[in-house]
């Protein structure tokens, strides 16, 4: 980091900033990361001053067990600023603020707010003259959901378009973030044994698993006008698809790799509506019974209507037309209220030709498997075949597991860390572009269509705390191709081991 800067965030009494951004920045901070002096602007609606939103910030940091010696030194870098997003008066105050306050005009606007306020406020950001990067940087973050469906997405690029540049632009998904996504292209492209491998030749199907055990519980709101699809496939599990199916960039820059991923939501198979039925399985959690205790249905959950049709749960098959994948099935599966939580990447190699050891015919029509393991418990995965020991040729599956918790260097950064400082040093690999945006929601839009239109699309029960509709199966036509349940047994209340 070059110069000084300022830290804005917009709705900084929110649940976002007190849980990830804060704690991140103080993370930074207490590393030593910055190595020039950076402050934080706040901006809320309360009416509050420094010292009060900074016992907030000491308060919210000792909850997550973060509070230490640096903490009071970190509070000092912090200054409130009370504003209402929707007058423009206001914000001429803010920009006579930031010009006095801070001497280095360099900010990172971050909007913790509503997405129906981005383009608000970025205009208003714009006609304060606080987007000019005559006298400093100037970058915006944005969380997502980016968009509802195709056109608001298109339309969103487009507005904020008008006050930002594509450059100052980060749109964050803290699943890239996340330390497993990002080895994956180290997986593949720093090994040898590996990338040989990674195609139609070799690969019979690939998996990509996100299992959350929790309800919506609080999110029933948002969660409602979203659904699954929206909330984790068209964003998270999409990016973590390319990442696994993209070519090999000529070098790690952020446009390079990018690129390459904009070519993998190009490639993607279009699912026609007519044939949505034939490559998506969608559901919803019912009342059930776990461990004694009765779960809600997701139509008993506050504020969900007795009716409601949201998907909790998305499984579904898609391919990639392009020379690398033609012919592979990648099978995509998440939901709310599962049996436990559990995101990972399987990948499924072919099994070999010819079976010559008929005694274990079953075990050896396995197909051999890396699993990548993004949380809990991060790691990888390597199972193969052994002979057991003695006469015979006795055969099993074992395995070779790598732990990220085995490595003593230090911890494993979250999510938000990362991407917080990406965004500082001004790299936005770990960002997505307007045009993957777009692409993405191209790829899934017939989908919400069909699901619009069609009411003779059915929309499967599945109890609380299960692995989902047992129709899952139906999008799975291919001989021995199943899904892989990593977690069967939870009696002890633990995750089970990767």
């Not at 496939?233 to 973590?240: A, D, F, G, P, Y």
Request: with cysteine; net charge negative.
């Amino acid at each position: 980091m070059k110069e000084s800067f300022t830290f804005v965030i917009f709705g900084a009494s929110g649940d976002l900033s007190q849980k990830k951004l804060l704690p991140s920045l103080y993370k930074l901070y207490n590393k030593q990361m910055f190595d020039k002096p950076f402050n934080i602007l706040a901006i809320g609606r309360r009416n509050i001053d420094d010292i009060q939103f900074r016992n907030q910030v000491i308060n919210a940091l000792e909850k997550k067990n973060l509070k230490g010696v640096n903490v009071e030194n970190f509070s000092s870098v912090i200054n409130y600023f009370k504003l209402d997003l929707m007058h423009n008066e206001n914000y001429n105050d803010l920009t006579q603020f930031l010009k006095i306050k801070y001497t280095k005009q360099n900010f990172i606007f971050y909007f913790a707010i509503s997405p129906t306020l981005y383009c608000s406020v970025a205009k208003k950001l714009y006609l304060s003259n606080l987007t000019n990067q005559n006298d400093g940087f100037k970058r915006v973050i944005i969380e997502k959901p980016f968009g509802h469906d195709l056109e608001s997405a298109i339309s969103l690029n487009n507005n904020i378009h008008k006050f930002f540049d594509e450059s100052q632009i980060f749109r964050i998904d803290h699943y890239l973030g996340k330390e497993t996504v990002q080895n994956i292209l180290v997986t593949r492209f720093a090994n040898g044994i590996f990338e040989p491998l990674w195609n139609r030749n070799y690969i019979e199907f690939v998996e990509i698993t996100a299992a959350e055990s929790l309800s919506v519980g609080s999110r029933a709101g948002y969660y409602d006008k979203a659904g699954a699809l929206r909330d984790m496939v068209q964003n998270h599990l999409l990016q973590v698809l390319a990442l696994i199916a993209m070519e090999p960039p000529i070098n790690t820059s952020s446009k390079a790799l990018r690129d390459e991923m904009v070519k993998v939501f190009q490639s993607l198979r279009e699912i026609k509506k007519e044939d949505v039925s034939n490559y998506v399985v969608k559901g919803q959690y019912v009342e059930s019974t776990y461990k004694g205790e009765t779960q809600k249905a997701y139509r008993d959950e506050d504020n969900i209507s007795v009716d409601s049709k949201t998907e909790t749960f998305v499984a579904m098959k898609s391919y990639i037309d392009n020379w690398r994948w033609s012919g592979v099935p990648f099978y995509i599966k998440t939901g709310k209220a599962l049996a436990t939580n559990v995101s990972e990447v399987v990948i499924h190699y072919k099994t070999t030709p010819h079976t010559i050891f008929k005694d274990n015919e079953d075990i050896c029509d396995e197909h051999n498997k890396l699993v990548i393991r993004i949380q809990p418990d991060a790691g990888f995965l390597v199972n193969f075949q052994m002979k057991v020991p003695g006469a015979g040729f006795k055969v099993q599956p074992v395995n070779m597991n790598f732990h990220y918790d085995s490595l003593k260097e230090g911890e494993i950064p979250e999510a938000y860390e990362r991407l917080l400082y990406d965004c500082v040093e001004n790299d936005a690999t770990l960002y997505q572009r307007n045009d993957s945006i777009e692409y993405t929601w191209k790829y899934v839009q017939p989908i919400l269509d069909a699901w619009e239109d069609g009411d003779d699309i059915p929309l499967y029960g599945y109890p609380s705390r299960s692995w989902g509709p047992q129709y899952v199966e139906n999008i799975i036509s291919e001989k021995n191709h199943k899904w892989r349940f990593p977690c069967k047994d939870l009696s002890d209340g633990k995750y089970c081991e990767l």
